[in-house]
């Protein structure tokens, strides 16, 4: 494994809400590995814990507390400015959303993986030949 992985955010609302999957992200969490992640991650975390309020699966606090553990978790967050252009390039070359393109370029950028629960982002990342840059949790 390398020395830090890029988290995403399907892998990050597995360890904070319960989900299919949360017990291996949760053991991925506390497992030493290091972590890093575009900033725009606490967004992603919190439209995921909005969704779950809606549906009352969880309070607002659930969802608030989730973003303030984010910090304890990702030992790295990189400016979104930073991966944006990159960001840009594989989003219309290979078709990825530029978010999904965000956590690939920030992999590229760091020598490292993107860990992932979104199968289909790992599948779209070998078909670009990209494979190498991502994980499945």
Do not use: W
Not at 36 to 47: G, K, R, T, V, Y
Not at 88 to 105: R, T
Request: hydrophobic content about 50%; glycine content about 6%.
């Amino acid at each position: 494994m390398p020395d830090e992985l890029v988290l995403d955010a399907s892998v990050a609302a597995k360890i904070f809400f319960t989900e299919d999957g949360s017990e291996a992200a949760r053991a991925l969490a506390i497992s030493g590995q290091r972590f890093c992640a575009p900033e725009f991650i606490a967004l992603e975390i919190a439209s995921i814990g909005a969704k779950y309020a809606r549906k009352g699966e969880i309070d607002v606090d659930h969802g608030r507390l989730a973003i303030q553990s984010l910090s304890e978790l990702i030992d790295h967050f990189e400016p979104v400015l930073n991966l944006s252009e990159r960001a840009l390039i594989l989003a219309a070359k290979h078709g990825f959303s530029v978010y999904d393109a965000s956590y690939l370029a920030l992999a590229e950028a760091r020598e490292s993986k993107v860990v992932t629960a979104d199968r289909k982002l790992h599948l779209r990342a070998q078909d670009a030949g990209l494979g190498a840059l991502t994980q499945l949790l």
